[in-house]
């Protein structure tokens, strides 16, 4: 088995600086990346993981001094999106400075676990499950698909659904093929982004 292309994926995290930020961010967050870095808009490869932080109600984060913006990328790809650090993101008025970066490989884990996953017709849950188990057959993964809480999310104004899944009982050659594949659409506004779950 192998993963859909030949090269390695990387994390590239970097520390972030700010208040606070919507939990509905990932278009918001793809918009002002492809803004400050056009390659992104133009990279295929390129993942996105929702930024992570305190929720304070009201749909809002709190940014914490741990909050990272992660991007997963083949190693190779790296070099250009460095010129990332130091940069200043506006998200819904709210301003996020971009701070030093550090790479980190990806960790095989028998559970892998994605806050949100979206396909075409993906309001129909019988029908996103069926996409999904599909797309991993082509990948060659074999683990237990369990599709979680429903979640909405905003799309150029327009509503979209999409699912929490987790992946387990996977072997370790499975786990990194799904984290550098990811599953569904919408890679670039944190979808389909796999990360271990400590089980």
Do not use: W
């Not at 208040?19 to 870095?37: F, I």
């Not at 993942?47 to 083949?74: A, K, M, Q, T």
């Not at 650090?85 to 676990?113: C, D, H, M, N, R």
């Not at 999409?162 to 659409?185: F, H, K, N, P, R």
């Amino acid at each position: 088995m192998t993963a859909p292309d030949s090269t390695i994926k990387i994390d590239l995290c970097f520390h972030l600086r700010g208040e606070h930020l919507p939990v509905d961010h990932g278009y918001a967050l793809y918009s002002a990346l492809s803004r400050a870095l056009p390659l992104l808009h133009e990279d295929p490869q390129v993942g996105v993981r929702l930024i992570r932080g305190r929720y304070i109600g009201g749909g809002i984060l709190d940014i914490s001094p741990h909050s990272e913006l992660i991007l997963r990328l083949p190693a190779p790809s790296l070099p250009p999106y460095l010129k990332l650090a130091g940069k200043t993101l506006e998200i819904f008025g709210q301003t996020l400075l971009i701070g030093v970066p550090k790479a980190k490989g990806l960790i095989p884990s028998v559970a892998l676990a994605a806050h949100l996953v979206s396909t075409r017709n993906g309001h129909d849950q019988a029908r996103f499950e069926a996409e999904i188990q599909k797309q991993l057959r082509n990948l060659g993964v074999n683990g237990q698909l369990i599709v979680g809480r429903r979640r909405t999310f905003e799309v150029h104004g327009k509503q979209v659904v999409g699912y929490s899944v987790m992946v387990s009982e996977l072997i370790a050659e499975e786990s990194i093929t799904l984290q550098e594949a990811g599953l569904g659409g919408r890679r670039k506004m944190g979808c389909g982004f796999f990360e271990p779950t400590g089980e």
